[in-house]
């Protein structure tokens, strides 16, 4: 059974930092491209970094946040630093479809953690 477990979430204040962590079971982690998406209170769940045959990031996160794994721990970490209240938001540790590349869509992602809520206040 494939499982993703997250932890790392928090409350803290703008410009703060939080590092998030995700482990996977039931999947070759290594041969899997990995993901963070996140989720706002009445917004689409969006795409925030990837990790697999390159890294990527959506701009608004792109010099504050680190994805990076560990493959000897089968587990996917993002750094946010220099948090801003727009970063709040469920973040999702999501594993990406066999065959997928370069995915960015929620569709290229077949398993998804629980989430962790990330709170940046003011």
């Known amino acids: 059974q494939v499982q993703l477990i997250e932890s790392g979430g928090g409350s803290v204040q703008a410009g703060g930092s939080l590092r998030l962590s995700c482990v996977l079971y039931g999947r070759t982690f290594s041969k899997t491209i990995m993901a963070w998406f996140r989720q706002a209170p009445g917004k689409e769940r969006e795409f925030v970094a990837r990790?697999?045959?390159?890294?990527s990031y959506r701009a608004s996160v792109k010099d504050r946040f680190t994805i990076s794994r560990d493959n000897t721990k089968n587990t996917l970490y993002l750094q946010m630093n220099n948090l801003k209240t727009e970063d709040t938001a469920i973040y999702y540790c999501?594993?990406?479809?066999?065959?997928?590349?370069?995915?960015?869509?929620?569709?290229?992602?077949?398993?998804w953690g629980q989430g962790t809520q990330v709170t940046v206040s003011s």
């Open positions: 990790s697999g045959a390159d890294t």
């Open positions: 999501a594993a990406g479809r066999p065959g997928s590349v370069y995915p960015v869509t929620r569709a290229d992602f077949q398993d």
